[in-house]
């Protein structure tokens, strides 16, 4: 997969974890990320605001049952995952 490197704004606690964290540490939300504004990317052609998406996408994974201390476990696996391994399509 080709990849771009952007800059995204986080909080100053978020920043420092993933500048301390190791090559491996750093690809898992990295590709959350990517999941993430991929999935928005098609919901904009739709004519959707980023905002919307970004929403819409929460609530999805509220609904799911995502919650942050989930997430948390997601991010701090100590083994790979695809995406797809963690995102049931409804």
């Known amino acids: 997969m080709k990849t771009k490197t952007i ?3 986080l909080s ?3 920043a420092e974890m993933y500048e301390s964290a190791s090559a491996e540490e750093k690809r898992k939300p990295e590709a ?3 999941s993430r504004l991929r999935e928005a990317a098609r919901h904009r052609a739709r004519g ?3 905002e919307e998406i970004m929403s819409e996408l929460s609530r999805n994974a509220r609904e799911r049952g995502l919650t942050l201390e989930k997430l948390d476990d997601i991010l701090n ?3 790979p995952i695809s995406c797809t391994q963690r995102v049931s399509h409804q």
């Open 7 to 9: 800059n995204l704004r």
């Open 12 to 14: 100053a606690d978020a």
């Open 32 to 34: 959350l990320v990517s």
């Open 48 to 50: 959707q605001s980023l």
């Open 77 to 79: 696996e100590e083994q």
